[in-house]
Nanobody, 125 residues
Framework: VQLQASGGGLVQAGGSLRLSCASS????????MGWFRQAPGKEREFVAA????????RYADSVKGRFTISRDNAENTLYLQMNSLKPEDTADYYC???????????????????WGQGTQVTVSS
């Protein structure tokens, strides 16, 4: 599956952004999907994941209560609504397709087989 993320930008602390990830593959709806991020000089880390039907979601503790992952299988699109943004949320954000339909309790990079290019999010203080 091919993925393309968009929606990043520059926002002030406390602001909101909505990331989108469009898939060109016909198998989008059968896989769990996720968002990861990578800040300069740091390793890529898990942000959020959602099951193939959208009924199960997982979040990193650092974004719980602020970020919401969702998907529209009819439109082959994954979303990440980011509210109450903090400077520490600054990173390149990547969407990815998992190797199965339900994300594990603690998703890892190895659980995802297809990746989109990153979209940059910068949060100013």
């Amino acid at each position: 599956v091919q993925l393309q993320a968009s929606g990043g930008g520059l926002v002030q602390a406390g602001g909101s952004l909505r990331l989108s990830c469009a898939s060109s593959g016909r198998t989008f709806s059968v896989y769990a999907m996720g968002w990861f991020r990578q800040a300069p000089g740091k390793e890529r880390e898990f942000v959020a994941a959602i099951s193939w039907k959208g009924g199960i979601t997982r979040y990193a503790d650092s974004v719980k209560g602020r970020f919401t992952i969702s998907r529209d299988n009819a439109e082959n699109t994954l979303y990440l609504q980011m509210n109450s943004l903090k400077p520490e949320d600054t990173a390149d954000y990547y969407c990815a397709a998992a190797r199965y339909g339900t994300p594990p309790l603690t998703p890892k990079i190895a659980d995802f087989g297809s990746w989109g290019q990153g979209t940059q999010v910068t949060v100013s203080s």
